[in-house]
């Protein structure tokens, strides 16, 4: 079955960095593409970027453009988020994401932006 683990979040000041993972398996990762996707307290979901299969045509929200870099390591099957310049409004859970055949999540991990 499908699973995807995130991990890597954390507690961080502002400006600082954090590098999140998402572990994936159960399915054939290099001919997916994955997402992540997060939620900040008391709000709805937000999709903050995706990229291809390969590794090819990444996709940023604007309010991430410029500070967030989205990879994968399909040797690995894992995908990446380098979170740089992080803000207090960047405060979320993290989910990735990816549809093979229906919608899969993972549990998500946690960032807080804060002095």
């Known amino acids: 079955q499908v699973q995807l683990v995130e991990s890597g979040g954390g507690l961080v000041q502002p400006g600082g960095s954090l590098r999140l993972s998402c572990a994936a398996s159960?399915?054939?990762?290099?001919?997916?593409?994955m997402s992540w996707v997060r939620q900040a307290p008391g709000k709805g979901l937000e999709w903050v970027s995706d990229?291809?299969?390969?590794?090819?045509?990444?996709y940023y929200a604007d309010s991430v453009q410029g500070r967030f870099t989205i990879s994968r390591d399909n040797a690995k099957n894992t995908l990446y988020l380098q979170m740089n310049s992080l803000k207090p409004e960047d405060t979320a859970v993290y989910y990735c994401?990816?549809?093979?055949?229906?919608?899969?999540w993972g549990q998500g991990t946690q960032v807080t932006v804060s002095s």
């Open positions: 994401h990816t549809r093979v055949g229906a919608d899969y």
């Open positions: 159960g399915f054939t990762f290099i001919s997916y593409s």
């Open positions: 990229i291809n299969g390969l590794g090819g045509s990444p």
